[in-house]
Structures are given as structure tokens and as C-alpha cells.
């Protein structure tokens, strides 16, 4: 089912980060991170399918099998409180 919430509707709902599956398991890449390499692209007015189309993975550059967005916290491993 097609995601077509845009980037700024997402990254007011708290999340940051977009997760894309493919053949290395699931790898969170934050907004910010695609807006530094890509500042030609109108991120903010882009829907997470369009950017989840744009993304290719490094190994096999072939493009992602899921994509949605996700928050920092949701990462296995993170640290809330010490």
C-alpha cells in the first residue's frame, strides 16, 4: 500500500529517520542526512514513496524491498536512559 504522507507531515509526527529494507537488513538513513546529499531535492514536499524510490542500497545498488519512516529510538541497541 502506497505511503503518500509528505516528508514534513512525517518529521512533525516525530520521525526522523526513513528505514529501507534490502539486501543488508534494514538501514535507518535520517532526513537530514538525504537533505545534505541531495540538496536539490525538495524533501519536505516530497511523499516517502518518492524518496524510498529514490534510494539505492551501496552493495548491491539495487533499490529498497520496504521503506517507512521510523524514529531513533525505535533502533535496536538505543540507549534511552543510562
Partial sequence: MPDTRII???EAAGY????????KGTV?????????GHPHWP???MT???VGQKLRCDRC???????YPTRQE??????RTF
Fill in 8 to 10: 514534513a507531515e512525517i
Fill in 61 to 67: 545498488r539495487g533499490r529498497p524491498r520496504r521503506y
Fill in 48 to 50: 516517502l514513496d518518492q
Fill in 16 to 23: 526522523g529517520w526513513i528505514g529501507a529494507e534490502c539486501c
Fill in 74 to 79: 525505535d533502533a535496536p541497541g538505543y540507549a
Fill in 43 to 45: 524533501l519536505s514536499t
Fill in 28 to 36: 535507518r538513513v535520517p532526513f537530514r542526512l538525504i537533505r545534505a
